[in-house]
């Protein structure tokens, strides 16, 4: 089971941090995904971590100023969300591929578990 939570509302240039929980102790076993969708808009991709640590990915339109990592119990997974903007404003989901994948970790076809969402609203 996973469950992304710490969303809520926050003004424009502020800082959020979300987070992914797993109740399985094999959490470190995975790569974690960050997407996103908006009021009337398709869901989209934020950013990636992959299941051994080596490797992050950002889109591109929150490059600079969101940050994946993980715990050292990896039991977690947090997005770190700095100088938002009310464009971030969506209802943020987290999501897992099969163990050990970390590729193509910007297709949400390559995920076969997803969280419940958390909303993230970002006032002007």
């Known amino acids: 089971q996973l469950q992304a939570c710490g969303g809520g509302l926050v003004q424009a240039g502020g800082s959020l941090r979300l987070s992914c929980v797993s109740s399985?102790?094999?959490?470190?076993?995975?790569?974690v995904g960050w997407f996103r969708q908006a009021p009337g808009k398709e869901r989209e991709f934020v950013a990636s971590?992959?299941?051994?640590?080596?490797?992050?990915d950002y889109a591109d339109s929150v490059v600079g100023r969101f940050t994946v990592s993980r715990d050292s119990g990896k039991t977690t997974v947090f997005l770190q969300m700095k100088m938002v903007t009310p464009e971030d404003t969506a209802v943020y989901y987290c999501?897992?591929?099969?163990?050990?994948?970390?590729?193509?970790?910007?297709?949400?076809?390559?995920?076969?578990?997803w969280g419940q969402g958390t909303q993230v609203t970002v006032s002007s």
């Open positions: 971590l992959t299941w051994n640590g080596d490797s992050t």
């Open positions: 999501a897992v591929p099969p163990p050990y994948n970390e590729y193509d970790l910007r297709r949400e076809s390559r995920y076969i578990n």
């Open positions: 399985t102790r094999t959490f470190g076993r995975y790569s």
